[in-house]
């Protein structure tokens, strides 16, 4: 899809136009509670990351419109970020930058599905299959919160990571059901990234003191199978079986690469502290 495409959801976005406070629909006095506070950092932690990662991919995608739709995904995912580390903050004073820059490792709260290596075109979309129909039925069940930030988060989220489903979507059947070597290399990367998708639907403590706030994970599992049940079936790949990674990113154990890609993120702030355009 263009990114002129009258049905793109995303319109004209560029990084000086992504408005918090449209996205917390005023909500900025409101704090969030120390369980809240984690619970954003999980959300906001993972579109962060995962937008790191996508943005490497800007001037190197095997087309010129995936250079713009890629970076168009990763704009969405940077605006999700920053409601959720935003409103995490609010919690103890940090701002967005604070979370984003100046945490270590292990304070950050990423599934390690997020943390994959891009790997080749095809192991990126694996991970974008996983990523974006999980985030979808995150934001969708989200949106019935009665936290009322966490749902104005949501329902703006889910219509654009609704773009990032069905863009993974497409390149997956196109990768599968294309020349030999490109069916090889989409079998091999959903092989490589299915061991960390189970992370994603582990109920940890504070979800059970954030009944009614949180979305369980554990409740998102089924729709997220069946769908990508369905995409797998028509791309004519079985569900990969068998390891299943010990993940731990929710309580700040983390896969290697994530230290590696917080350097690079992180090296421009912390050589110079307070710096302003």
Known sequence: ?????????????????????????GADDRS?????????LWL?????????QLGMWIARAPELEEDVALANIALDLLGHARSFLHYAGTADGR?????????????????WLFA???GDFAHTIARQLAASVYQYELYSSLQASS?????????????????????AVQWTLRLAGGTEESRERMLR???????????????????????????????LRAPFDSVVDAVLAEAGIDRPAGFVSSGGGRRGT????????????????????????
């Open 147 to 167: 936290d009322e930030t966490l749902a104005a988060i949501a329902a703006k989220a889910v219509k654009e990571v609704e773009y990032h489903r069905d863009h």
């Open 44 to 52: 906001g932690d993972d579109a962060l990351i995962l937008s790191q």
């Open 95 to 111: 701002s967005e930058d604070d979370l984003a820059y100046w945490r270590d490792e292990d304070g950050f709260r990423c599934a």
């Open 32 to 40: 969030a509670t120390a369980d809240v506070a984690e619970y954003a």
């Open 254 to 277: 983390h896969f290697p690469t994530l230290g590696y890609l917080l350097a690079e993120m992180q090296v421009l702030a912390r050589q110079h502290p307070g710096a302003s355009w």
């Open 1 to 25: 899809m263009s990114h002129a495409d009258e049905r793109s959801p995303h319109g004209e976005v560029t990084v000086d136009r992504i408005e918090l406070s449209a996205e917390l629909l």
């Open 116 to 118: 994959q290596p891009n």
């Open 189 to 219: 990367a959903v092989a490589d990234v299915w061991p960390y998708v189970d992370e994603l639907f582990r109920d940890e403590p504070v979800i059970d003191r954030l009944e009614g706030i949180a979305a369980r994970p554990s409740a």
